[in-house]
């Protein structure tokens, strides 16, 4: 499986993104799929995740209520809706394929990663 997540780019704080990762080669229409980020000097952490039939979806405590995620199985596409964003959204967010089939907040189950996209929110 290949990914490939686009658009990220520059906005000012309370502003909105919308990130896509599409998937290549083997569908991952049967697997759960992430969203992580890494900001500089930083751990990848956990975003959001959701399972394989689009519902779901789980969040990490910074981003719940401000950012969205879902997928279209016909494009086999998923996708992060950001709003409200803060200075702190700052970083390359990445997409990933799970091993499971359900939503997942361990690194561990994605074995599939894209090359990331960056998001850049100015205060």
């Known amino acids: 499986v290949q990914l490939q997540a686009y658009g990220g780019g520059l906005v000012q704080a309370g502003g909105s993104l919308r990130l896509s990762c599409a998937a290549y080669?083997?569908?991952?229409?049967?697997?759960?799929m992430g969203w992580y980020r890494q900001a500089p000097g930083q751990e990848r952490e956990f975003v959001a995740s959701?399972?394989?039939?689009?519902?779901?979806?789980i969040y990490a405590d910074s981003v719940k209520g401000r950012f969205t995620m879902s997928r279209d199985h016909a494009k086999n596409t998923v996708y992060l809706q950001m709003n409200s964003l803060r200075p702190e959204d700052t970083a390359v967010y990445y997409c990933?394929?799970?091993?499971?089939?359900?939503?997942?907040?361990?690194?561990?189950?994605?074995?599939?990663w894209g090359q990331g996209t960056l998001v850049t929110v100015s205060s």
């Open positions: 959701i399972s394989w039939r689009g519902d779901g979806a």
């Open positions: 080669g083997r569908a991952a229409s049967n697997n759960g």
């Open positions: 990933a394929v799970s091993l499971s089939s359900t939503a997942s907040r361990l690194t561990d189950r994605y074995r599939y």
